[in-house]
């Protein structure tokens, strides 16, 4: 039997015993009892924690004042959970069962958290020596989406009330990829955001967070309006709120310029809260959101806004404003197709990710904006830092294909993008921070 004593600054310290039948608490087991730990909504919800091991995660939330609910489909484990609570006078608040997903588990539709360290092993890898199996049977993934996806697709058959009110916290391996995946949970209208992460050996393991993008609440959508950024000022105050039109006829881009684009394509705005900036410089905010249209259209970011394909032509971009106290506007606009008009050339998402229809590139670029920076008052938002290096991995595709930026026609090598979503770069006699494209220019090569 083995004996782990663990310590959460600020919530306990507990002395928690395994048998060799049941998974002991090792480092993703307090990687993830860290990241609920942090969570801003610690007490109050009812949490479910699937797969409970010898219990202590259990322990953590309900120390943290969740009422929870705890099951294992390994009666040791469940006989280990149980005794770690009596030992750690917590069996009176919990209640633990045999059961696991596929077995019909009971999920209540009040249930606010579902927190689950998913087996994680290949099933068809063998680790003979390593693990009695009944261990191993508990560690190891299943093909074809995995628990994880298993897992969804309970909830998705369980009722829209559940997913809609429902936040998911998984331990996932994410390098080298497994069966359970977070794409799969994209595809069904979630979105997600990574608590933790950490490298065990050549393993990255990550604590995600998945909920279901506005609460299943959808966007304004309309069939014409003059321009989404003047729409989204006559948007409600609550909630994660978001406008898009079919056409728009008035649109604008950087320093009121107009917006030239043809119908087809996605023109949406998103109110974003103005507490954003206590945390995030407007330069940051506008470059995190040109990475996530980039990476939906398949397509590269230039520095600080525009949307370019693999040969520099535009095909979207970004605009943030913010005319009143209480609301951020992000525009974005992007095209389907390739047009020329009058001196205007662009391209479209047709040359990149194919005939996909705009709505779903809308619900794609709406998952990871809100990925990002919707408040569903459970987690905390992103690191700077993390927005900083998914900034500046968007601009470094045009970069590694060759491209190079001139300021007053000096040429300079970008070097990075820091915290206010300024562009780092070195010139030939000194290195300098670009904060205004006055004066920059951008030098594609022919291909």
Request: hydrophobic content about 40%; some cysteine.
């Amino acid at each position: 039997m083995g004996r782990v004593n663990f310590t959460l600054d600020g919530v306990g310290e507990w002395e928690v015993f395994s048998s060799q039948t049941v998974y002991p608490p090792k480092e993703d087991t307090e990687m993830l009892c860290r990241a609920v730990s942090e969570m801003p909504a610690k007490t109050g919800g009812k949490a479910l924690e699937i797969g409970c091991g010898s219990g202590l995660v259990t322990i953590v939330l309900t120390s943290l004042g969740w009422e929870v609910t705890a099951c294992d489909v390994n009666p040791f484990a469940v006989a280990c959970t149980r005794g770690n609570l009596e030992a750690n006078g917590l069996s009176s608040k919990v209640c633990v069962m045999e059961s696991g997903i596929g077995e019909e588990i009971p999920i209540s539709e009040s249930t606010d958290l579902i927190v689950w360290n998913l087996p994680y092993l290949d099933e068809e890898e063998e680790h003979p020596g390593l693990l009695e199996k009944m261990e191993e049977a508990a560690l190891s993934d299943i093909p074809q989406g995995g628990w994880g996806g298993a897992l969804l697709q309970t909830l998705e058959n369980n009722s829209t009330t559940l997913c809609d009110r429902v936040m998911v916290v998984l331990v996932m391996r994410t390098d080298p990829k497994g069966s359970s995946r977070v794409l799969d949970w994209e595809k069904m209208g979630w979105s997600w955001r990574s608590l933790k992460a950490e490298r065990y050996g050549a393993e990255k393991i990550e604590v995600i967070a998945f909920w279901r993008t506005g609460s299943g609440v959808g966007a304004t959508v309309l069939d014409s309006c003059t321009s989404t950024m003047a729409e989204a000022e006559r948007l409600p105050r609550d909630g994660w709120q978001r406008v898009s039109s079919k056409s728009q006829t008035n649109g604008r881009g950087r320093r009121k310029s107009e917006w030239i684009s043809e119908e087809g394509g996605v023109f949406a705005t998103w109110n974003l809260d103005m507490d954003l900036l206590e945390n995030f410089a407007p330069g940051l905010i506008q470059t995190s959101i040109g990475a996530v249209v980039s990476d939906a259209l398949g397509a590269n970011m230039k520095w600080p806004n525009d949307i370019v394909d693999g040969h520099g032509k535009k095909m979207g971009g970004v605009l943030l404003e913010s005319s009143n106290s209480d609301r951020i506007r992000a525009g974005v606009g992007a095209n389907r197709n390739s047009f020329v008009k009058g001196d205007v050339s662009a391209s479209g998402w047709e040359e990149t990710i194919g005939s996909i229809d705009a709505s779903e590139v809308f619900l794609r670029i709406d998952r990871g904006i809100s990925s990002i920076f919707e408040n569903n008052g459970k987690i905390a938002v992103p690191t700077q830092e993390s927005l900083a290096r998914i900034s500046w991995e968007a601009i470094s595709r045009s970069l590694s294909k060759g491209v190079q930026a001139t300021l007053n026609g000096e040429l300079l090598r970008p070097t990075g993008l820091n915290i206010n979503g300024e562009l780092e770069a070195v010139g030939i006699e000194e290195s300098v921070v670009l904060r205004e494209l006055d004066g920059i220019g951008w030098i594609i090569p022919q291909q």
